[in-house]
């Protein structure tokens, strides 16, 4: 008997050690996007652009500012996000003042931001020149730009998630909003107003 107790707690004590549970990191859902067919359109602002099927434009209506300022979104249903656009005349003070606010605008999130990247472009074939700001970490609008004819128009655009700005699981579609926005500022022309 005394055999058989020693035999039963030793097996007992080899099979009782394991090691120590950890828990899994949490996962996120796969994002798939459908592949890019781009449309022309036109706001009810003097622009137009280039967008993918699965964008639509709203318009903001009753936007309180300044008298001539045209405000409307461009909406990616399926990412849960929206470009928030805003179109202004460029007036008798020139444009200084406006690429000053587009500057502090973007940078106004260098709280939270881990940095901030800026990329001038220029498309002197559509006369659309700017800057493209990238930030990184936990921002609540991670990409804005600006673009410009100098003369007569400046657009300003900002995008927004409509959940928490986690940079992990927002990676692919913020990668689809980055190439959808390139596209979109190729694609700028200046209409008359």
């Known amino acids: 008997m005394n055999k058989a107790m020693l035999w039963l707690i ?4 080899l099979t009782a050690c394991r090691p ?9 859902f796969r994002i798939e996007h459908p592949d890019a067919t781009y449309r022309a359109v036109q706001p009810e602002c003097p622009v137009s652009f280039e967008l993918p099927q699965y964008a639509a434009v709203e318009r903001v209506v009753g936007a309180k500012g300044s008298e001539g300022n045209c ?11 929206r470009w928030h656009m805003t179109w202004v005349p460029v007036g008798a003070n ?9 500057h502090q605008l973007a940078f106004s999130h260098d709280v939270k931001a881990l940095g901030i990247g800026r990329k001038r472009f220029a498309f002197p074939e559509h006369r659309a020149y700017g800057v493209f700001f990238e930030l990184d970490g936990p921002v609540a609008s991670p990409l804005q730009f600006y673009a410009t004819d100098s003369t007569g128009h400046f657009l300003r655009g900002s995008l927004y998630f409509d959940h928490v700005p986690n940079p992990d699981s927002l990676a692919p579609s913020l990668d689809r909003a980055r190439s959808d926005a390139r596209h979109m500022l190729e694609t700028l022309t200046w209409l008359e107003r």
């Open 10 to 13: 030793g097996l007992s004590a």
């Open 20 to 28: 120590e549970a950890t828990p899994k990191p949490r996962g996120y």
């Open 71 to 81: 405000w409307f979104n461009v909406v990616f249903p399926t990412m849960h996000a």
């Open 94 to 102: 020139g444009i200084s003042e406006m690429i000053e606010d587009a």
